[in-house]
């Protein structure tokens, strides 16, 4: 019983433990898979007959710049596919653009982080 206890305050003190500083590198890469997220959802959008006006006037709510031009970019690349060839095959159109984006964003230098919510 004794030993259980210990164990379970172990456990306790473990999981209360001070989370580590991300790098610069981290955050920047936690960011761009926000991104990539977003992306994932405005091509579900456009799959389920969401227009482009309504895409822009959300986007437009957006108030850091960094994140306003990536989403914008995003916005008007996916309402440049025809809509049969992203519906042709939905979850891998959605995956392969989502990683496409999040490429796009860790090669784009950076000098500060983004003022975001994680998507």
């Known amino acids: 019983m004794n030993k259980l206890f210990t164990l379970m305050v172990l456990v306790a003190l ?22 990539g997220n ?14 482009k006006a309504a895409a822009l006037e959300h986007a ?3 108030e850091d710049e960094t994140t306003k031009t990536f989403i914008l970019d995003i916005i008007e690349q996916v309402y440049a596919f025809p809509l049969a060839e992203i519906n ?4 891998a159109s959605r995956k392969q653009f989502k990683q496409k984006t999040i490429e796009k964003c860790l090669a784009t230098p950076h000098d500060k982080m983004p003022d975001y919510k994680p998507f």
């Open 14 to 35: 473990v999981g209360c433990a001070e989370k580590k500083t991300l790098t610069a590198e981290e955050q920047w890469k936690g960011y761009c898979t926000s991104v």
């Open 60 to 62: 437009g709510k957006i």
């Open 88 to 91: 042709a095959d939905p979850d």
């Open 38 to 51: 977003a992306a994932n959802t405005i091509m579900y959008d456009r799959q389920n007959a969401i227009d």
